[in-house]
């Protein structure tokens, strides 16, 4: 097989391949430290036993299912209390349940959002507390 | 493959001229709907009471013009009508723009169009809408899969793969289904007194009967004017008949409409007719576009009906641009807003495109005409070269 | 590793059927979930529906509409056009179009509350294309936000107008914000949805706790001892356009 111009477009595959896989190297040997999630707030410094809902490396990795789960279950379902896996009841309520003790949402969701790269919607409509609002 | 799209890359400077304008009017419409999508659809003329207006009826329109490549396809495959070979592929890559058309106008009428694809992960067969999702994609698919095979096997010299002969033969009713589905979308919408009635679906089976074999004359005739490659008097000929028919039986529909509603008197029946020819309630925004619509209808049928002036080239380019423009305005505008007045509450609230709303649409035109326009590179390259 | 054409058929095949099994792996696992329940003090019926009894109601009275636009955090857009409305008055004309004449002298000045009716029949639920809007086993037609693309099939359905679009962002329209109730974002079609996070916390409608006339009565028409269904029997009860066959639940003492 044989290539016509061939020079000219390789050069101009180089030069595409260069453009999409610029993020990669231009950001290759920085070190961005994992983000902590802050957990200063007034309700968890008073809470003996610093737990949520769930174990924390449950609530790590699947939040966003539990909270899909939750908004399927109150507004398709009608129904509004969760069991955790320990028995305790929650009323199933971003605003209402999360909200109360994570009320730092620009420190607590923020930052691991913003690190991640991700956009969840959820304040276009769900009231964030106050302190967070720019 | 790679051979054939190569062909769109090669033209006069005309031909590029025109490309640039297009992507320019294009460049225009989407920076209009970047601002649509920041500000909300308050930039367009809609309301609650008008909460469909331009953008869906250019979608209606335009599923018309989609459908109507059926009415090449059949007399070739079914009836083998040899005039059409020549512009059957014509036809069927009008089809494709025209249903990419459709897909952007529904796109930018959306509130939450980043939410699109909830059509598919939650399909809902109860929804008219759903269907019109399944019946649009599938004709897409099968016009460009049928149109594409054909034309290489053209270019091959060939006869086309047996594969793509039932392919033709199912784009046909699917042809038809796509428009049926579309006017279903009105039709069974309880208390819209001008859409909910049985013979919407065969009201735009014939408006798209007409509507889209004018426009495909017309560009039979642009195509003819700068390439080498002549569609063929005999096929634009068989096309004018068709039209002819198509829009006799339209504006039959819509008399049969109007007798319904006069002679009943039946409120909710005359009011839209009220509004769209005389004005309701002092209000009658769309009163003179509406007598074009009639004006124009008029002379398409007086320049159609005549022998004479339905062979006469001039004349017969005339005919397909009134027969074009006034089922544009009937169908593209008047239908739609029509039957959102008198509203829930017996009042009148009139609905006018913005400039923004006006621009957005053309953008959506020049995409649907940039893929003409290259498409029909292609296939006008390939019949050159082939020698027809 | 070479594949031939046969090995990677084979495998494509496992591959799509497996995707093709993967929502099933969600109905074995619901098993394992943790539960969930109704709210404890949740109120329930077969069926709710709502009285307004034309009666009782004080022209120029605006508590219910304040009540309930204020609990839901419904803005105030302030152009006709793009108004955005749960409950509102309108005249007797307005909400029973053609079953008016020349001669309705009493009944004209009088304002007749109009919401979403809940249909039995919903036509909004039946066009709408991913189920945003539903209807739940106790009657309330519901809107999921978080699904609604904002196509407005479902206005142009509604024959009772009764469905308002966020043709721009509400948020700035809103004088004070309810912090218990989410608000809406610009671009999906919002209701009345009958007060079901009062209901599930066990109180009634806002605007029926609003009236101080007794004009609004809420209950299960379905419970022959409920309020509304005696009310049913007081007087002449009109619904909104039944002859639409959509099964209306708000029903009006003239």
């Known amino acids: 097989m044989r290539i016509y111009n061939a020079p000219s477009i390789i050069a101009g595959l180089l030069v595409l391949i260069g453009l999409l896989t610029f993020p990669f190297w231009y950001n290759a040997g920085d070190v961005v430290a994992a983000p902590e999630p802050s957990l200063d707030t007034p309700v968890l410094q008073g809470l003996q036993d610093k737990q949520c809902i769930e174990p924390t490396p449950y609530m790590r990795s699947k939040h966003m299912e539990l909270l899909r789960h939750w908004r399927d279950e109150v507004v398709r379902k009608g129904k509004a209390i969760y069991v955790a896996s320990d028995g305790r009841e929650y009323e199933m309520s971003l605003q209402g349940t999360c909200l109360d003790c994570h009320s730092n949402t620009d420190q607590f969701c923020g930052r691991c959002h913003d690190y991640a790269g991700v956009e969840p919607g959820c304040w276009t409509c769900h009231l964030q507390p106050e302190e967070n609002v720019p | ?388 | 590793m070479k594949m031939n054409r046969r090995d990677f058929l084979r495998t494509a095949g496992v591959w799509v059927l497996g995707v093709g099994l993967l929502p099933l792996t969600d109905v074995l696992a619901q098993g394992a979930r943790p539960q969930v329940l109704p709210g404890r003090e949740a109120l329930s019926a077969a069926r709710w529906a709502m009285v307004f009894d034309s009666r009782r109601c004080r022209e120029g009275c605006q508590d219910c509409i304040l009540a309930c636009h204020r609990v839901h955090n419904v803005p105030d857009i302030g152009d006709v056009e793009e108004e955005v409305k749960w409950i509102w008055t309108t005249s007797y004309e307005g909400a029973f179009p053609g079953r008016q004449h020349d001669y309705i002298d009493g009944l004209r000045s009088k304002p007749f509350v109009v919401l979403c009716n809940h249909c039995a029949n919903p036509s909004c639920v039946r066009v709408c294309p991913t189920r945003a809007t539903f209807k739940r086993s106790d009657g309330i037609v519901m809107m999921d936000y978080h699904r609604c693309i904002g196509c407005r099939y479902c206005m142009a359905a509604c024959p009772y107008g009764a469905r308002s679009f966020n043709f721009r962002d509400p948020r700035p329209y809103l004088d004070e914000v309810n912090p218990d109730y989410p608000t809406r974002e610009k671009g999906v079609v919002e209701k009345c949805n009958f007060c079901a996070e009062r209901l599930a916390a066990g109180i009634p409608p806002a605007c029926v706790e609003a009236c101080r006339d007794g004009a609004l009565a809420f209950g299960d028409i379905e419970d022959p001892g409920s309020e509304v269904r005696k009310l049913l029997n007081s007087g002449h009860v009109l619904r909104r356009k039944p002859e639409l066959g959509t099964g209306p639940q708000v029903y009006y003492i003239v």
């Open chain 2, 1 to 388: 493959m790679l051979t054939m799209l190569e062909k769109a890359f090669t033209g006069s400077r005309r031909y590029w001229a025109w490309l640039l304008l297009l992507l320019i009017l294009t460049g225009a419409g989407l920076i209009c709907y970047l601002w649509q999508l920041d500000r909300g659809l308050s930039i367009t003329g809609l309301s609650r009471d008008v909460s469909w207006g331009l953008y869906i009826g250019q979608f209606t329109f335009l599923v018309g013009v989609a459908a109507s490549a059926v009415m090449v396809v059949l007399p070739y495959y079914l009836h083998n009508i040899k005039e059409f070979g020549r512009i059957a592929i014509f036809g069927e890559f009008l089809a494709v723009a025209a249903v990419v058309m459709c897909v952007l106008f529904i796109l930018v009428d959306l509130g939450k169009p980043s939410r699109l694809l909830n059509i598919v992960l939650y399909p809902s067969p109860n929804s008219l809408m759903f269907w019109d999702m399944v019946a649009l994609s599938g004709y897409l698919l099968l016009n460009l899969v049928i149109g594409w095979n054909v034309l290489e096997s053209e270019r091959n010299a060939v006869p086309p793969p047996r594969w793509v002969r039932p392919l033709v033969y199912i784009s046909i009713p699917w042809a038809i289904s796509i428009h049926t589905v579309t006017a279903f979308l009105y039709a069974g919408l309880p208390d819209k007194h001008y859409w909910f009635t049985a013979i919407t679906a065969a009201r735009f089976l014939a408006s798209a009967f007409a509507s889209g074999p004018a426009l495909l004359i017309l560009l039979c005739l642009l195509v003819r004017r700068f390439t080498r490659f002549d569609p063929g008097r005999g096929a634009l000929q068989k096309l004018a008949t068709i039209v002819t028919y198509a829009m006799i039986v339209n504006v039959l529909f819509l008399g049969f409409e109007l007798f319904t509603a006069l002679y009943s008197r039946v409120p909710g029946h005359v009011h839209s007719f009220e509004y769209l020819f005389l004005g309701l309630e002092g209000h009658g925004r769309l009163v003179p576009l509406m007598w074009t619509f009639v004006a124009l209808a008029v002379v398409a049928l007086v320049l159609l009906l005549n022998p004479r002036t339905r062979a006469g080239e001039t004349t017969l380019a005339a005919a397909c641009l009134a027969v074009f423009l006034s089922i544009w305005i009937e169908k593209g505008l008047g239908f739609v807003v029509a039957g959102f007045i008198p509203n829930a509450f017996g009042h009148v609230s009139e609905y006018w495109p913005t400039l923004p709303e006006a621009l957005i649409s053309l953008g959506v035109w020049s995409i649907g005409f940039l893929i003409l326009t290259v498409f029909y590179k292609i296939a006008v390259t390939v019949k050159e070269e082939v020698g027809q």
